[in-house]
C-alpha cells in the first residue's frame, strides 16, 4: 500500500526510485583478453571501480578474445542499444583493426563513452646487456640488424605498431621479432634471448622496479612519475609518442540519458584517489577524455595507422 508520505511527493518520490532501480541493474563489460591475463586482471579492477561509481551495481566482465581484438569489438557493436551492455576497449586496437581487417565501419557502429587510462610503451633490455638508449638499438640495428632483435607482442597490438613507427623515424630497418603474447616477449627480454623488447608499461614496470630489466626509455611526452629516472625517447632525439588508452564504449543507438549515466561514473572514476593509486601501481596514467574528444582521436589514429599500413603492412612483418 502507498503510504501518505509517498502520495505527498507523488511522481518525485517515483522518479528517485526508478532512478535507482536503473543504477543497480546488473551490467555486463566486454574485454578483449583472455582470462587470467594482464589485460584481463586491469578490466577486472576497472570494473570494481565502474560498479562502485554506478551506485553498487553489479559488473559481470565477459571476455571474448580473438582476432587481435576485432572479436569483442564486433560482439559489443551486435550487442542490443539498452546499456545492459559495455565494452572496456582500447587505442590503438580499435583503429587497427579498422585498418588491417578492414572493419571500415566500426567506429561507426559504437558510442564512445571516453577514456580513463593512457599506458605508455616502454622500450627495455636485459640486465645483463643493457642499452644505453633508444639510439643505440637505431645505430647497431643501421650495422647489423640482425645482431639486435627487438621483441615485441603480436603484429598489430600496440608495442608493435610502436616498434614500426620507431623504425620509420629511424629510417633503418629494425630486426623487430613478434611473440604470440606480452607475457612471452616480457620472459623473451628478461632471459636475455632479444636486445630489446617494446611492451606496455603494465607489462614492464615489476620487472624495472625489481631490477629484472633495464629501462631504455618511454614512449611518452614526459617522464612517468612512477618511474622518474626512466627517460622519455625524445631525450634521446626521439619523437615517438606512443600510448595504449582504455575506457568505456557502447552500442551505437544507446539512448543519450544512459551515455551520460556512464561518462560521469567515467569520469569520476578518473578522479578517484584509490584509482590513482592502482594506476601508479599497476604502471599507467589516469586521464580523461570525453568520447567525443576519444572518437576524434580514434579517427586521426586510423589515418596515420593507414599510412603506416601502405608502407609496412605489419600482418606480413617478421613474424606477424
Known amino acids: 500500500m502507498i503510504s501518505r508520505r509517498r502520495v505527498l511527493v507523488g511522481g518525485v518520490a517515483l522518479a528517485a526510485a526508478s532512478r535507482h532501480a536503473a543504477a543497480t541493474e546488473p551490467v555486463t563489460l566486454l574485454v578483449g583478453a583472455p582470462a587470467d591475463t594482464p589485460a584481463d586482471a586491469i578490466c577486472r579492477t576497472f570494473a570494481q571501480f565502474l560498479g562502485r561509481q554506478l551506485g553498487d551495481t553489479e559488473v559481470a566482465v565477459r571476455n571474448v578474445p580473438g582476432e587481435a581484438g576485432l ?22 586496437a580499435l583503429p587497427a583493426r579498422m585498418v588491417d581487417r578492414s572493419a571500415d565501419t566500426l567506429l561507426s557502429r559504437l558510442t564512445l563513452i571516453g577514456a580513463v587510462e593512457r599506458e605508455p610503451i616502454a622500450f627495455v633490455s636485459p640486465v645483463a646487456t643493457p642499452l644505453d638508449s ?16 627487438l621483441g615485441t607482442p603480436p603484429a598489430g ?51 624495472l622496479r625489481e631490477g629484472k630489466l633495464a629501462g631504455v626509455g ?17 631525450e634521446a632525439g626521439v619523437p615517438l609518442s606512443a600510448t595504449i588508452r582504455r575506457g568505456l564504449a557502447v552500442p551505437a543507438g544507446v539512448p543519450e540519458p544512459v551515455v551520460a549515466r556512464f561518462a560521469a561514473a567515467l569520469k569520476a572514476i578518473s578522479e578517484d584517489q584509490d584509482f590513482r593509486d592502482q594506476a601508479d601501481s599497476t604502471g599507467f596514467l589516469v586521464v580523461w577524455i570525453d568520447g567525443a ?28
Open 71 to 92: 572479436n569483442v569489438l564486433n560482439a559489443l557493436a551486435d550487442a542490443p542499444p539498452t546499456g545492459a551492455t559495455l565494452g572496456w576497449i582500447s587505442a590503438p
Open 157 to 207: 597490438s600496440a608495442p608493435h605498431l610502436a616498434a614500426l613507427r620507431l623504425q620509420l623515424l629511424a629510417q633503418t630497418r629494425l630486426n623487430i621479432v613478434t611473440f604470440p603474447s606480452s607475457d612471452a616477449a616480457l620472459q623473451a627480454v628478461t632471459d636475455g634471448n632479444v636486445a630489446a623488447a617494446a611492451l606496455g608499461l603494465s607489462d614492464a614496470i615489476a620487472g
Open 293 to 320: 574528444s576519444w572518437a576524434a582521436q580514434m579517427e586521426a589514429e586510423r589515418a596515420d595507422l593507414a599510412k603506416l599500413w601502405a608502407s609496412e603492412p605489419w600482418l606480413n612483418s617478421n613474424g606477424g
Open 218 to 234: 618511454i614512449a611518452a611526452k614526459a617522464r612517468a612519475d612512477m618511474l622518474p629516472d626512466l627517460p622519455v625517447l625524445n
Open 134 to 149: 633508444v639510439q643505440e638499438i637505431i645505430r647497431r640495428s643501421g650495422e647489423d640488424a640482425d645482431s639486435v632483435p
